[in-house]
């Protein structure tokens, strides 16, 4: 038998910030990224290339869980470093997971390495 509560059945839905503020931080978001891009020397050593762009990029989630483009570079050096650093990659993929709770790419990543 379901059984609801009075107030469960008028409760609102979770408000979501209002679309001007959204896209104002989208904006603020896709400036930051562009700037840290600039500074960024691309290496093929993963950890080098986090060293250089974890910060930044981290930055940039949390001013706008709308913009897409930082969390596929750090999900791939996660995912790099997942066998030479697994410990580092934890602690990453912790983050994203944290920053971003809507995207389940982190979380499922950090699952496969299992506890540090």
Known sequence: MLALADDELLQAP????PWP????????????????GRRVVPNADAALMLAQV?????????????????YAPLLRLAAAL????????????????????????AAALLATLGPG
Not at 25 to 35: L, T
């Open 54 to 70: 974890r910060a930044p990029l981290l930055a940039v989630l949390a001013t706008s869980a709308d913009f897409r483009p930082a």
């Open 21 to 36: 503020a959204r896209l104002a931080a989208y904006q603020a978001a896709r400036q930051q990224f562009m700037q840290a």
């Open 14 to 17: 979770p408000a979501e910030p």
């Open 82 to 105: 997942a066998h030479s650093d697994p410990s580092a990659a934890r602690a990453l993929l912790a983050e994203l997971a944290r920053l971003q709770p809507a995207r389940p790419e």
